[in-house]
């Protein structure tokens, strides 16, 4: 990365693309790290000297020395969960301490009656298959402008205030879902504590950013997430309650989008999902239990068996297309190695009409069958390979299809979990 360069990450599927990792190698040439959107909903799988580190909230990036990482205005942050995994990284040989983290005073507080709302919903009818962090009703409550941001931490009589008028609101939902309400000392107090621990990490973090950029540092933007989980663009309802887009950056951390340089869109090989909603190209029964097998798809927040499927290039198109893509990553090539037949989707069959973009209407989408290519399978050891021209014909083709149809260059190529495992097509520069 350029002096001055700022990069936004985004998974272009339904999340699990492997941004962590993506997030981590970019890193290295990054001079602070920020998430602009969700929650600790996200969950990075990193493999760095043979250890594997799993992280919600603190983004990938932290694990090079001397980086600077924010949780952006747009998040929503459950102090606890914060704290744990602050406290995860302690005991990994890592201390985050003011300057090191910051914290948007504008970021969400998720709050202990917002899981128990997310869990309640998710035990009842009209489950979306969500992580049960607290993640909707955080944002719901944002929307409503009753929600606790992490600057009312810095001013408790403010903090109880807000408490107990979102409280009284809250327990309504709860009790009219079957819950238990929750007593507001019971909330206070862990909250006081926590947001004593919190506040020296608090700080206007768009203001920040700002003096970065000027200094020439190099920010890194980590979506988290895929566009396809996007609330307005993703597949509505079984979407996630934020942006995904990298577009995001601009209302998430309050840095505007003309200052992005690059905006890379991550994409696995093949497709995965969790939790509920349409996926023309899943693979049901054995195939599918194959490539989860193979690709050790089990979600890293919530250990869930991930749905599996074929790559889907409309899709793939689409989340290019309103995700802002302009280069891709993709991931997990290795995992298709000897997958025999292989295939993609090159299109889609509603009402006996062919259909090369991917459906708006979600249910269009659910009705859509995957119009299958096969193309050459790969076999090897990809994990060798250490560019482009070392690896099997049949796989080089399988990245050339890619490019042609979603238009997008492939700029690296992450051949497995390791940091070294990737190949980089095209260095960073403008
Ligand atoms: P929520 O974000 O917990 O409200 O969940 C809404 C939907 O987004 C569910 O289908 C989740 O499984 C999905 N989701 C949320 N975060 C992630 C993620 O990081 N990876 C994959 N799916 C996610």
Redesign the pocket.
Known sequence: MQPGMNIVVV?TQ???EGKGKVVDLLSEQADVIVRFG??N???HTLVVDGRQLVLHLVPSGVLHANKRVVLGDGMVVDPAALLEELAHLERSGLSLGPQELLLSSKAHLILPYHRAL?ELRETTTGA?????????PA?EDKAARRGLRAGDLLHPARLRARLEAALAEANRRIVGAGGTPHALEQVLEPLERHGAQLAPHVADTSLFLDQQARAGRRLLFEG???VL?DLDH?TYP?????TTLGGGVSAGAGFAAHRIDLVVGVAKAYV??????PFPTELAGEAGATLRARGKEY????G?P?RCGWLDLPALRYAARVGGVQALALTKLDVLSEVDPLKVCVAYELEGRRVEDFPADPDDLARAAPVLVEVAPFSGELARANAFEEMPENARRYIELIERESGLPVRWVSLGPGREQTLIRQPLSL
């Open positions: 998974g339904w999340g699990d969700g929650g909903n996200a969950g997310d979306l298959g969500t992580t049960r962090r607290g993640i909707g944002y988290a997430q895929g989980l993703g079984f979407v996630t309650s934020s995965t999902r969790v939790g509920d909603g979600g890293a927040t919530t869930r991930r």
